[in-house]
């Protein structure tokens, strides 16, 4: 039987949180969370490799306690286990210690995994690294935004595109790929698989002890990037008025601006004169 | 005491309203006007369980808890009340008298093709001549060999025109002056089992509430529900879950009208400024969220009381009793912030405000249900 992991994140439910300006994260605990919608479209993936193939599917997320609710709708969905990575010293984390934590639990818990899924990007930090740093953790093959798979024996074949054309791969397994939101729309939860994730699920909270990591490499001990300042990008428009004959007018058009016009159009005006 | 819905509650809310807003949003008010059951969303709701809320798992139910139960009411109400209406109906007082007084073949019988919706329940009590007052009942069941042969008429029967399984209370025929009542378990192809038209209403006008005719309809003694307990007991007990269930969806009808009244009022500008803006509609939005946020602690504490296996019977009463005046009264309002566009049918809140009435009437009248709370006042020892 395939064994299949999830990464799955909890954002805000709300698209605008407010930064706290001193810390520079988001302030969290104004809303409500959420399963961010791509990892929803990962595990729906999942879901129909189960319901065809017969799979284990275990959901893994990294966050605070409150990120239980994720892993929970994950098994009310149809996933078979839970695992949550919550700790003190895990918070704060970056893109690398996030995917240096979930490569370590992945090991420990999983280890002989065929297939990894995550979602392409998430809604509240969006930078779609995770998925790629975490298949250099492990040390295997994948493939990021890919819209649809099939698996025949050891072997995964993936569409996915790439600015505007379609592009098939295949890759060996064990593997990793991020699932874009094209395709797999999630299916709703029943009301027997809520209860049931409530009242037989099987939902493990690891610290760092349990996977035996220091301190550290996780959370913000173990983050290369620091966020120096947040804030939100303004735009000020400006008007620039020229005046004179036509031939004028074009020639300082271009004089002051081939930079931008020659970017909108993907050439170096440069290349023509 | 706790005051905070769990982790579980949470989720339920979230996964009913998902799929509410999603599946039951775009096509409510198109329903309503053509008055049509939304099959195509039935058929997505049997898979996630609707029909089978608090079914055991033995039989292919959700096996939730009442709080769970009236969650997830309020949340297809607040969205659509006709079909919330459908559901509640058939789960408990469809469903649930089967599983509380069914003998052990009846239930293996009847309640998984109800749990997973392949047959929608009906309730049969209300009569020409029995409205409020149950016991005057005249449908009557001819014993015959190992038979009764069924005779009469019931009218508002909700989900009538769609059901696969009817309650019929009847009273046993030649068995003295004070008739013995029962609950007959009839499906729809029983020869005699006619359907009337459906009704034309002022609101849940999606749901095919009507009358149901008995002519010489045979049915075994099989399908008496609980053998020999006597129908007006089942009937009694019935409506007290019943109950919780139209608080619940008086509940999600007045939450749908205040949701969107809050939206509007702050969309909507005159004198320059949104219509929020002005005191008169603050006061307005206050009173209605107070009243929705009493009336839901009113029935998660009848719907605790029951899981708790303790008396509800009056908490359900006092919570169908008031939020079905909220109801009443907090889409009045919700018209009413709405100005002119809330009385036109592009606007929601005028389906809620007829939608809301009924809950004060069906399920016994707000007057009855003063009956039922003053009887547990007067007759508590002191
Ligand atoms: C200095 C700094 C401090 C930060 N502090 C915080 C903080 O205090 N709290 C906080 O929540 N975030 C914090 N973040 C954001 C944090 O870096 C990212 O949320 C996290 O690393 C994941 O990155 P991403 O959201 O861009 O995921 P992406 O790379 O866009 O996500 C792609 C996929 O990776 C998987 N994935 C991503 N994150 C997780 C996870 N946690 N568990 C399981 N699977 C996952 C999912 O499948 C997801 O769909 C901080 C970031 C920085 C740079
Ligand atoms: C949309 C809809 C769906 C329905 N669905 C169902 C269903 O599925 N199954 C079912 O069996 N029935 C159903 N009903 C019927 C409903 O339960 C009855 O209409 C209700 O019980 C009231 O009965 P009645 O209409 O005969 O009114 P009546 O009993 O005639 O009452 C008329 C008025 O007199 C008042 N009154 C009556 N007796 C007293 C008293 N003793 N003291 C003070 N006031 C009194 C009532 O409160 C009411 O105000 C439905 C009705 C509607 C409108």
Request: charged share 25%; with cysteine.
């Amino acid at each position: 039987m395939l064994k299949l992991v999830t990464c799955i994140k909890q954002v805000p439910m709300v698209s605008e949180l407010p930064w706290d300006a001193k810390t520079g994260t988001l302030k969290r605990e104004l809303a409500e969370g959420m399963m961010n919608p791509a990892c929803k479209h990962a595990l729906e993936a999942a879901l129909l490799l189960k319901n065809r193939h017969g799979a284990h599917i275990t959901a893994i997320s990294m966050g605070p306690p409150m990120a239980e609710e994720v892993l929970r709708e994950a098994v009310a969905m149809g996933a078979d286990r839970g695992i949550l990575l919550s700790d003190y010293p895990m918070a704060g984390a970056d893109t690398l210690s996030t995917s240096y934590t979930l490569a370590r639990a992945i090991e420990k818990e999983c280890p002989d995994f065929d297939l990894i899924l995550s979602g392409c990007y998430t809604n509240d930090s969006e930078t779609a690294q995770v998925g790629p740093q975490l298949l250099e953790e492990l040390n295997i093959p994948g493939a990021t935004f890919v819209d649809q798979f099939e698996i025949k024996g050891n072997t995964i074949r993936m569409n996915r595109t790439v600015d505007e054309y379609l592009e098939i791969l295949e890759m060996d397994l064990p593997g990793l790929i991020t699932v874009s939101t094209h395709q797999y729309n999630p299916r709703y939860a029943s009301l027997s698989g809520v209860e049931d994730a409530f009242n037989r699920a099987d939902i493990t909270r690891l610290g760092i002890d349990d996977l035996g990591i220091e301190p550290e490499m996780t959370g913000i001990k173990g983050s290369a990037t620091r966020i120096l300042d947040v804030y939100s990008p303004t735009t000020e428009k400006k008007n620039d008025v020229i005046t004179g004959s036509p031939k004028q007018i074009v020639e300082e058009l271009f004089a002051k601006y081939d930079d931008k016009i020659g970017s909108a159009i993907g050439k170096d005006l440069k290349d023509y004169e | 005491m706790d005051f905070n819905p769990c982790m579980k509650h949470k989720m339920v809310r979230k996964t009913v309203r998902e799929f509410a807003e999603a599946e039951l949003g775009p096509i409510a008010n198109d329903i309503d006007r053509q008055a049509s059951f939304p099959w195509e969303v039935i058929e997505k709701m049997r898979p996630l369980n609707f029909f089978g809320l608090q079914i055991p798992k033995d039989y292919g139910g959700a096996e939730m808890d009442s709080i769970s139960y009236a969650i997830t009411i309020e949340e297809l109400s607040r969205v659509c009340a006709a079909i919330g209406l459908c559901v509640t109906v058939h789960n408990s007082v469809g469903a649930y008298p089967i599983q509380l007084f069914g003998t052990e073949a009846q239930k293996k019988r009847f309640l998984p093709p109800l749990a997973c919706g392949e047959r929608i329940g009906a309730f049969c009590l209300t009569e020409s001549n029995a409205g409020s007052d149950a016991g005057g009942v005249e449908t009557s069941a001819a014993p015959e060999g190992d038979d009764y042969i069924l005779n009469g008429t019931k009218i508002f029967v909700t989900n009538g025109g769609v059901c696969g399984i009817a309650l019929i209370f009847a009273n046993i025929e030649n068995s003295g002056p004070r008739p013995e009542s029962r609950v007959f378990i009839v499906e729809k192809e029983t020869p005699g089992f006619i359907v009337g038209e459906i009704e034309d209403l002022c609101g849940m006008r999606a749901n095919p509430v009507s009358s149901l005719f008995f002519e010489d309809c045979r049915v075994s003694s099989k399908n008496v529900l609980g053998g020999s307990i006597p129908g007006l007991r089942i009937g009694l007990t019935a409506l007290d879950t019943g109950r919780i269930g139209i608080a619940a969806q008086a509940l999600g009808i007045a939450q749908g009208a205040f949701d969107a009244s809050v939206r509007y009022s702050k969309e909507r500008q005159q004198f320059g400024k949104p219509i929020s803006s002005f005191q008169t509609i603050q006061n307005y939005l206050a009173e209605m969220a107070t009243q929705i946020d009493a009336g839901r602690l009113l029935l998660y504490r009848a719907c605790a009381l029951k899981d708790e296996e303790k008396p509800f019977s009056a908490e359900a009463a006092m919570a169908k009793l008031y939020c079905s005046r909220v109801a009443s009264e907090v889409t009045g309002l919700g018209v009413q912030i709405h100005g002119g566009y809330g009385y036109s049918k592009e606007y929601d809140v005028e389906r809620y405000f007829r939608d809301a009435k009924v809950t004060e009437i069906y399920e016994g009248t707000s007057e009855v249900q003063r009956m039922v709370i003053s009887r547990s006042i007067l007759t508590q020892l002191t």
